[in-house]
């Protein structure tokens, strides 16, 4: 069936349908950690203004930490809110890393203000919210908002991930922002694991067993 001229398919284009429908207040939702064998899993939500003018946003593992780091300055001077919110390795470990990931997302939202008409989700799953919602499969590269959460959660993460290097430096966490690298590996061996680490976690778990 063929679209009216000048409709959006709310698929393909979630943030420029909702404009269309005379939505102003749309909210756009990531996470950034949870593969990591240590530190926390941060989310962040964005509303930007619809006359906003940021160039290069995407989804934020496809752009160079300068890039990362310029478009995180503009995105924050430019949007109408945004928020930033962390679970820690303890919380991970206690709810598992797709109900933190979205508890993390969910805390986001909710400390928007002003409160969000429509939250577009990155994946494939809603959040514990009550706020109208649409989950965006690839939303990072697909949504301006979703690409701005990318965005500050990426950095805030690696920016945290490198001032916890200073107090944990065996581990460096300033190169590998605690993935399983073969380094971080065996810094594990050799150290074993500080509060950062996720005890659940493959390769993190094992070593605790054998000890």
Not at 39 to 68: F, H, Y
Not at 75 to 88: D, V
Request: hydrophobic content about 45%.
């Amino acid at each position: 069936m063929s679209r009216l001229p000048g409709s959006i398919d709310v698929f393909a284009d979630p943030e420029g349908f909702w404009r269309l429908k005379g939505l102003t207040l749309i909210a756009g939702v990531d996470e950034v950690g949870r593969g990591p064998l240590a530190g926390p899993v941060v989310a962040a939500a964005v509303i930007l203004s619809a006359g906003a003018r940021l160039t290069g946003l995407a989804d934020s593992k496809s752009l160079t930490p300068e890039v990362r780091a310029e478009l995180d300055r503009e995105i924050r001077a430019a949007a109408q809110a945004f928020a930033i919110r962390e679970l820690s390795a303890r919380q991970i470990e206690s709810l598992g890393i797709l109900k933190a990931a979205l508890k993390a997302m969910a805390q986001a939202v909710q400390a928007l203000t002003p409160t969000p008409q429509i939250v577009l989700v990155d994946g494939h799953l809603p959040l514990p919210l009550t706020f109208p919602q649409q989950p965006v499969i690839k939303g990072d590269a697909r949504c301006p908002s979703i690409s701005a959460a990318s965005i500050l959660a990426k950095v805030y993460r690696d920016t945290l991930m490198e001032r916890l290097h200073r107090r944990y430096p065996q581990y460096n966490f300033a190169r590998h922002k605690g993935y399983a690298t073969a380094e971080h590996l065996e810094a594990l061996r050799c150290w074993g694991p500080c509060e950062l680490h996720r005890r659940t976690f493959r390769g993190v778990k094992e070593w605790l067993e054998e000890k």
